[in-house]
């Protein structure tokens, strides 16, 4: 049986050829040479990197497929960062943290799981296929959690906060779920067992 035929497919995903950009708060500029990339909130100590010490690793890699919320995906990315729970795990969360929040360059942030945020193939890439990230997919950095849908994979990375308890991010205040599993198909929030639909998303 050809590999594809076998390939399992999460519900409600298509197999699109290449990515769909998306920029909603817009498309920030980046002082590469200013930029840090802080781990900060309910942690035993800040760290704060530059973009050459990301670049200079040891770097992992990641091949996983990339999966959108709104439905599309694409086969075989391959990634390539830091580990993001060697980032954590170096500012020591204190004990109670169970979620992080991402903020990016632009004012945009999102919540994951701190388990997630752990998990071995979950970092903070600087590669995509071989070549720097481009401005549309994120320079200079942005996580990459194959479990979670892509809005948890915040473009132009700048923080990694620590929390103790959940917080909702930009999609997440519109309905988004607190979460978002690809298997799982957490797409929204649930409330009473119906799905809350976000009115940008129909």
Same mark, same amino acid.
């Given at each position: 049986m050809p590999e594809e035929a076998q390939k399992e497919v999460p519900p409600g995903q298509r197999y699109v050829k290449r990515f769909i950009y998306y920029a909603c708060l817009g498309v920030p500029d980046v002082d590469v040479q200013g930029y840090r990339l802080r781990?900060?909130? =309910?942690? #035993?100590? *800040?760290?704060?990197?530059?973009? *050459? +010490?990301?670049?200079? %690793?040891?770097?992992?890699?990641v091949e996983k497929d990339f999966h959108c919320v709104t439905g599309w995906s694409v086969a075989g990315t /391959?990634?390539? !960062?830091v580990r993001l729970g060697e980032l954590i795990g170096e500012a020591a969360p204190l004990p109670g943290s169970e979620w992080v929040m991402f903020h990016s360059l632009d004012g945009y942030t999102t919540p994951v799981p701190l388990r997630d945020a752990l998990a071995p193939d979950s970092i903070v890439a600087v590669r995509l296929n071989g070549a720097p990230l481009s401005r549309e997919m994120g320079y200079p950095a942005r996580p990459i959690i194959p479990a979670l849908y892509g809005? +948890?994979?915040? +473009? &132009?990375?700048?923080?990694? @906060?620590?929390?103790? #308890?959940? /917080?909702? !991010?930009?999609? $997440?205040? /519109? %309905?988004? =779920? $607190?979460?978002? =599993?690809? &298997? +799982? $198909?957490? /797409?929204?929030? @649930? &409330?009473? !067992?119906h799905l809350r639909r976000s009115p940008i998303s129909g």
């Open positions: 781990v900060f909130g =309910n942690v #035993g100590r *800040e760290v704060s990197l530059p973009y *050459e +010490k990301l670049l200079s %690793g040891p770097l992992s890699t /391959r990634w390539e !960062g809005w +948890k994979s915040a +473009k &132009w990375l700048a923080g990694v @906060e620590v929390l103790e #308890g959940y /917080r909702d !991010g930009f999609w $997440e205040e /519109r %309905g988004y =779920n $607190e979460v978002g =599993n690809v &298997w +799982k $198909e957490e /797409r929204f929030k @649930e &409330w009473g !067992g």
